[in-house]
């Protein structure tokens, strides 16, 4: 039970939501679009929202600005996110553009706001669970999808939920959080996706 538990942490890891998102979006939406293009934006997402991040935070690691790559300490958290929201930025600004895909682009708009929420926070000594603001956003834009296209993704909105309570129970389990740490990621996960939806739902 405890392998089952850690797992979730591994399997719904914060840096893996934006290509799971962007891989949901491209296999239920009914918009033609070229393969070129979606081979092309898998790979850069996977770059700049997985490579880039792991490759830096090994490497403040190794130059000792980070103790743990599983940021335990909260103010080890302010350089990581700090790059991650300019990762970020750069996806919006030179890959995602409202006018061509409008809901991805919001959906990395909201992942930008959430990273920046959890951000301040540690500016306040707050620990958020990243894992949980990653699934809760992820499992937002699942429905909206739904809602948007008029399709049936009962199955895929019941496993989003399975998978928050899988998240915040490792979480639990593991001690890496409290439930007011795992409330508060699960809110800043699902705000930013809800109040941005109503510009392309």
């Keep these: 039970m405890s392998v089952f538990l850690r797992a979730g942490a591994y399997i719904f890891h914060p840096l893996l939501m934006p290509l799971l998102g962007l891989i949901f979006y491209y296999t239920v939406t009914p918009r033609f679009l070229q393969q070129e293009i979606i081979v092309s934006h898998l790979i850069v997402v996977s770059i700049v929202t997985i490579a880039i991040p792991l490759v830096l935070f090994f490497l403040l690691k190794n130059f000792g600005v980070l103790t743990s790559i599983h940021l335990k300490i909260v103010a080890e958290r302010k350089l990581p996110l ?77 496993f989003a939920f399975i998978a928050n309570g899988w998240v915040a129970s490792s979480r639990l389990h593991t001690k890496s959080h409290t439930s007011i740490e795992l409330i508060t990621g699960f809110v800043i996960g699902v705000f930013p996706q809800v109040i941005l939806v109503s510009n392309w739902l």
């Design 82 to 158: 700090m790059i991650q929201c300019i990762l970020l930025l750069m996806l919006l600004k030179f890959v995602f553009h409202p006018y061509d895909n409008m809901a991805l682009y919001y959906f990395f708009l909201g992942v930008l706001f959430t990273t920046l929420t959890a951000l301040i926070l540690v500016f306040f000594n707050f620990k958020v669970s990243l894992h949980q603001m990653g699934i809760a956003g992820l499992s937002v834009f699942i429905i909206m999808l739904s809602i948007h296209y008029e399709i049936n993704l009962l199955v895929w909105m019941a």
